[in-house]
């Protein structure tokens, strides 16, 4: 068995029941030749898979060296969210109606340029735009109507959700826990803002990810590092009127997950061409 066809079998099966969505429910086409059936767009290279199902759930699955995916739990789903800003700063996030899911492109594992659109309650619809050009995905996307948001600015966002890569680590003892900071001591986020400066993040130590003393101007670039990921980094850049953030749950060691919040400035970027580009190597 290929480790694309493994690939399949064991994500597909994960993204559609996890999702508590059935097949019959989406929108999207999917590709009809194995081993990518179930998909409505598919890349995959010797480091990394990227995958759409016909649900519009997106998937980065890093590859070790052996061509099976790092670990399944460490699957890092990419979530399209479209944001509802309130006068007093305050973000929402609306719910995306899956059954109103459109493909601007047939289906295809040979990805260069496709996308979706879709509708949020109050019939506000957006559009996704997803490229791959040398193994580099890029991501972006617009608000194409407000619907009856008149009041409550809508924003058009990517959040890439880093799972726990320890989850099944022993650390629950000092002695336990001491060993395990020394495994991940080399774990790391390098970044990059907007104003130039740069600013390094070590997973073994506890940040409060959401802070301005954490993102700064806004980031254009991230550099990530991870142990348990055997070897794979990650490189994630935004282009100009975009930039990216991190959070977490709450102030802890970023080894216990973060997320990466990619947003356009739809004043600056109207068109919705800025986009969050990144790639494993």
């Known amino acids: 068995m290929t480790y694309q066809r493994l690939l399949t079998t064991i994500f597909a099966s994960l993204t ?8 019959v429910s ?51 789903p990419i979530d399209v969210t479209i944001q509802a800003i309130s006068p007093d700063g305050k973000v929402t996030n609306k719910k995306i109606k899956m059954e109103s899911l459109q493909p601007t492109e047939p289906a295809t594992n040979k990805l260069v340029k ?11 619809s957006f559009e996704v735009i997803i490229e791959q050009q040398r193994n580099v995905i890029s991501i972006g996307g617009r608000m194409l ?13 990517i959040q890439v959700k880093f799972p726990d890569p320890y989850l099944y680590a022993i650390k629950t003892g000092r002695k336990e826990e001491k060993a395990f900071e020394k495994t ?16 390094k993040f070590k997973l073994v130590e506890k940040a409060d990810a959401i802070t301005k003393e954490s993102n700064g101007t806004g980031i254009t670039s991230a550099e990530i590092d991870i142990n348990s990921y055997k070897g794979k980094k990650f490189e994630f850049v ?19 997950g ?16 800025a986009r969050l580009s990144f790639e494993v190597k």
Do not use: C
């Open 16 to 23: 559609l029941s996890g999702s508590g969505i059935l097949r």
């Open 26 to 76: 989406a929108q999207l086409p999917t590709v009809d030749k194995k081993p990518w059936q179930g998909y409505y767009t598919a890349f995959a290279n010797k480091h990394y898979q990227f995958t759409v199902t016909s649900d519009g759930k997106i998937t980065l699955t890093p590859i070790g060296d052996k061509g099976e995916p790092v670990a399944q739990k460490m699957t890092i």
């Open 114 to 124: 496709t996308g979706f659109t879709g509708k949020i309650t109050g019939d506000s």
């Open 145 to 157: 109507d407000t619907g009856t948001f008149k009041k409550n600015p809508l924003r058009f966002s």
């Open 184 to 199: 991940i001591d080399k774990d790391r986020i390098d970044i990059k803002w907007t104003d130039g400066k740069r600013k």
């Open 238 to 256: 935004s282009s100009p009127n975009s930039s990216m953030t991190f959070s977490n749950d709450q102030p802890t060691p970023l080894h216990y």
């Open 258 to 273: 973060f997320t990466i919040v990619w947003t356009s400035d739809s004043d600056k970027d109207p068109e919705g061409k």
